[in-house]
């Protein structure tokens, strides 16, 4: 058992922990997903309505997002950290209980609403306790970790759904959430540096929201940022009916299918961990996002040549690679201005990541007609986007 705030900057317990807190997010939906056909035939429901649990969860967590760190930044990281946590475990455990598709859908927008509060408050803490690349650093550090999380669970998920059903994956996300409620209580220390002493409203989360988008280098990683996950959201929403009702990918080998393009994830964010320090910041970012418009480039190529499973997962994985790079250090970048603000910064950058995503999930839920390349096409535009935003923001990220 962990000892009261034992956890100390620079270990790989504080980095795990913090992981942990960033995997609620593919936990949560990347677990069930071989699960969705099963949930369509056992709430009698349709493709639409299913593809809505997903997309559901991301405006819960966009609408959770807008409070957490704001309020973060006035009481404290910790007591808000558990909050969050305990919403989540209730909201998992109504999921697995749900009788009909629009109780879980429901339940989806409340588990979101309570997993925001730990994903925006780990990239705060790390905000709290690094400077410059170190923060870059931990975040990719905590990427690899985290990488984990999509290339094993619908791997497991899979196996719990055949062996107890769908409702027994979200009971073990209600478990996964009861341990790191218990981690935060008993290890992690309080990181915020100065408190905001402004009052918590409505119209003051707005005003701070608007001061940070008027900083033009934040609004440019910013862009990049969403860009380049709602292209990985893309293939989340999309690749379970991609690749088993079309391709006829079983569960167990789609979660495989989908372990391995999370590993290329994994091995972006260790390529970004040694190239940022090396040659900067910038220059990985850079390199991310051409290995995403090439992803993307290449999945319309392939479908259209050859239809297969492997013409979308050999190409999402050269995608993923460059999330891998991108994404972390693109983040880092985007919190550097606000040391006293982290909680705000970090929870607008989620709100927009999210918001955006969950639109592109609805877009990519009506475009299913039978083949890939609607999917590959969101993808490819968004991967194409994220290079532009990139080219086309280079003075304002040098002046800021």
Not at 95 to 116: K, Y
Not at 268 to 273: A, D, K, P, S, V
């Amino acid at each position: 058992m962990l000892k009261p705030d034992t956890l100390k900057p620079d270990t790989w317990a504080l980095t795990i922990l913090l992981a942990s807190l960033t995997a609620l997010g593919p936990i949560s939906t990347d677990m069930y997903l071989p699960a969705l056909p099963s949930i369509l035939r056992d709430l009698g429901t349709t493709h639409a309505s299913v593809q809505l649990t997903l997309s559901v969860f991301l405006v819960g967590f966009a609408a959770g997002q807008v409070f957490y760190g704001p309020l973060a930044d006035r009481i404290g990281r910790k007591p808000v950290l558990i909050a969050g946590l305990a919403i989540y475990a209730v909201a998992s455990l109504a999921c697995t209980l749900a009788p009909s598709v629009e109780v879980l859908i429901v339940a989806r927008f409340c588990q979101a609403f309570g997993a925001a509060g730990p994903v925006v408050l780990a990239r705060a803490v790390v905000r709290d306790l690094y400077e410059g690349p170190r923060a870059g650093q931990e975040l990719a550090r905590m990427g690899s970790i985290m990488g984990l999380a999509p290339a094993i669970a619908p791997f497991f998920g899979g196996l719990i759904a055949a062996a107890g059903g769908w409702r027994f994956v979200f009971l073990v996300s209600v478990a996964f959430a009861a341990v790191v409620i218990v981690g935060i209580w008993r290890g992690l220390p309080e990181t915020i540096r100065a408190r905001e002493t402004a009052p918590f409203s409505i119209r003051a989360i707005l005003s701070g929201f608007a001061g940070l988008l008027r900083h033009r280098a934040y609004a440019a990683y910013l862009a990049v940022v969403t860009l380049t996950y709602c292209g990985l959201f893309a293939f989340i929403s999309g690749s379970s009916f991609v690749l088993q009702d079309i391709f006829g990918l079983s569960p167990s080998l789609y979660g495989i299918a989908f372990g391995v393009c999370a590993g290329a994830y994994v091995v972006g964010t260790l390529i970004g961990q040694r190239l940022a320090p090396r040659k900067g910041a910038e220059v990985t970012i850079l390199t991310g996002c051409a290995a995403l418009a090439l992803g993307g480039a290449a999945m319309i190529a392939a479908v259209l040549a050859a239809p297969s499973a492997v013409s979308v997962i050999a190409p999402m994985m050269l995608y993923m690679v460059g999330v891998g790079l991108a994404l972390p250090q693109a983040q880092a970048a985007a919190l550097m201005p606000f040391p006293d603000r982290a909680g705000s910064a970090s929870s607008l950058m989620g709100i927009c990541q999210m918001s955006i995503a969950a639109a592109v999930g609805i877009g990519v839920g009506a475009t299913h007609g039978g083949t890939a390349l609607p999917l590959a096409l969101i993808i490819a535009a968004n991967g194409a986007g994220a290079v532009l935003a990139l080219l086309v923001s280079r003075r304002a990220r040098m002046a800021g």
